[in-house]
């Protein structure tokens, strides 16, 4: 059996008052496309890089009531994580990742200047090498740097640290969460991965790396994934599986609520969100396949009419059925490997 993915529950104590920016349902006749992180030149890459680090370091436009959010990023980071338990492990997971990748993508184009298209990390190609340690994303130079070391420091939070690629900068010092999971709380902190086998601990306590559980998001796994009928089988192993595992083996601020800290959150949240699309083809059955639950105790059968709650982010909340297909209503985009 594989460790699940710990998210800690947390309860709601902001009332939703949601949105986003009504656009008109244009026909979508030349989408976007996004490419896989080894699919960009050097100078794409960099012009990710630099609109990812500059939405991290302008001031928050939401919660103007709540301290922890200090920074735009913060914004997106504490929805996400108020919202846990409302957005996981229900009907509306894939959903609402894809409406989330799409406001980030957004942000970066109207607040950072961005010109490019948000890029995915197909995982599965890491996996089938037995290479994940040594992914293109964790590149020091073109990629997002790579696993935490030891930093020599004392100071909690800062003890062990991403020290490579352009995150690894004091100024991008992280104001929401805590990357301890067991002890959940907003402390100021660098951003850190701590990558992990699942094989427990060598004798100097570092987590045995191994291949990063390879064999929970491999091809053989997202082909079962891809052969299932049904939305809520097909959701349930995506998320629970590949999902999941991609969070846990990075770790760090990769794995509790706050993920969205972990900047490759974006891109394998698009690889998530390409596996759905990959699914759905253009099927007009499987585009409208919408079932599961809405809550975690499976007591609300969800509905393709369900809201989904966005807080601050918006003034209207986002509608399921405006979010089952990317070349379509407010979205406009396609992946360049279906
Ligand atoms: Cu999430």
């Not at 244009?26 to 496309?33: E, F, M, S």
């Not at 996981?88 to 961005?114: I, M, Q, S």
């Not at 992990?196 to 796994?221: C, F, H, P, R, T």
């Not at 003034?315 to 407010?330: C, H, L, R, S």
């Amino acid at each position: 059996m594989l460790p699940r993915l710990i998210l800690p529950i947390f309860s709601l104590a902001v009332a939703a008052a949601a949105s986003v920016i009504p656009r008109a349902d244009g026909a979508c006749t030349n989408p976007a496309v996004r490419k896989e992180w080894r699919e960009l030149t050097n100078a794409e890459k960099a012009e990710y890089l630099r609109a990812a680090v500059c939405l991290r370091g302008l001031p928050k436009a939401k919660y103007a009531d709540v301290d922890a959010v200090t920074t735009r990023m913060d914004d997106l980071v504490y929805t996400h994580f108020s919202l846990n338990s409302e957005i996981h492990f229900v009907a509306n997971f894939l959903p609402w990742h894809r409406w989330y990748v799409k406001l980030h993508e957004d942000l970066l184009r109207t607040e950072c200047g961005f010109t490019g298209t948000q890029p995915y990390w197909d995982w599965s190609i890491d996996a089938d090498n037995q290479d994940t340690p040594n992914s293109p994303v964790f590149d020091p130079i073109t990629g997002f740097g790579g696993n935490g070391k030891r930093t020599g420091s004392n100071e909690p939070g800062f003890e062990r640290c991403v020290v490579d690629g352009p995150f690894a900068n004091t100024n991008l010092t992280l104001g929401m969460g805590w990357p301890n999971m067991n002890d959940p709380s907003n402390r100021l902190h660098c951003i850190t991965r701590r990558f992990s086998g699942g094989e427990g601990n060598d004798e100097k306590g570092e987590a045995i790396i191994g291949n990063m559980q390879a064999g929970a998001y491999n091809s053989n796994v997202m082909k079962i994934i891809y052969g299932f009928d049904k939305y809520a089988e097909m959701h349930e192993m995506l998320e629970g599986l590949p999902h999941a595992q991609i969070h846990s083996v990075i770790s760090g601020d990769m794995g509790p609520a706050t993920s969205p800290n972990e900047p490759l959150f974006f891109l394998h949240h698009a690889n998530v969100d390409r596996a759905w699309a990959k699914w759905q083809g253009r099927n007009a059955t499987r585009l409208t396949d919408y079932t599961g639950f809405q809550d975690l105790n499976k007591v609300f059968p969800a509905s393709i009419t369900d809201t989904m709650p966005i807080l601050e982010l918006g003034e209207t909340e986002p509608i399921v059925k405006d979010y089952m297909d990317i070349q379509a209503g407010p979205l406009c985009y396609t992946y360049s490997s279906m």
